[in-house]
């Protein structure tokens, strides 16, 4: 009788040792399941806002593709300004006093209800165009061919720049272009062709 007693208690004991077994193989697994799901759920955020930051980085190269500068700008006298600007790729090279290298620039401005479109080098003269009277620069867009355009000096003689006229012409061949190049005559350094990546312009 005591044999059986025994065995009975040794049997319960083995069947309370197998629930509080298996108790706690599923205490282990169940906070692991929680865990896998907050992962899936961190990944699928993760991947909205991958490609979110896709598609706003195509929209940003699209308008950075443009080498284009914009500004806006109002003068002390309540005046605006707007500007619409472009750098050269070609480096001119020019020898004493203008040696180490002169970058162009196109800018087309607008204030006081004028537009003006003017190319300036950074060193160097220029002298197709004389500040008194005047001048022709020839300008050519993409695959057309050159055209003769006129062209005035700044106001306060700089020979580092000069105005071209027939602006609304220009103007709209910037819209629709993608290559410009203009022809300058500089002093002691004869024509120089400076290509601008004009593809983008807005106004």
């Known amino acids: 009788m005591n044999k059986v ?7 319960c004991l083995g069947l309370i040792g197998v629930f509080v077994l298996f108790g706690i193989i599923a ?3 169940s906070p ?6 907050t992962s899936n759920n961190e990944t699928k955020d993760s991947i909205v806002e991958i490609k979110d930051t896709v598609n706003v980085s195509k929209e940003e190269i699209k308008e950075v593709s443009s080498k284009w500068i914009y500004e806006t700008n109002e003068t002390k006298m ?22 180490g290298g002169s970058e162009s620039t196109l800018t087309v401005r607008k204030q006081k209800g004028q537009t003006d479109i003017y190319y300036q ?3 160097g003269q220029i002298v197709s165009v004389n500040p008194v009277d005047g001048g022709t620069v ?14 005035s000096g700044a106001s306060d003689y700089s020979s580092d720049i000069i105005f ?14 993608k290559k410009m190049i203009i022809e300058v005559k500089f002093y002691d350094e004869g024509n120089r062709q400076i290509e601008f990546d004009v593809e983008g312009f807005k106004w």
């Open 164 to 177: 071209l006229n027939s602006t609304s012409k220009l103007i709209s061949k910037l819209k629709s272009a």
């Open 121 to 123: 080098v950074s060193k």
């Open 138 to 151: 020839r300008v050519k867009f993409d695959d057309e061919k050159p055209m003769n355009i006129s062209a």
């Open 5 to 11: 007693v025994k065995g009975l208690g040794i049997g």
């Open 32 to 37: 692991s399941t929680g865990t896998e799901k």
């Open 27 to 29: 205490a282990i697994i």
């Open 78 to 99: 309540g005046e605006s300004q707007k500007f619409a600007q472009i750098k050269s790729d070609d480096i001119l090279d020019f020898d004493f006093p203008y040696q």
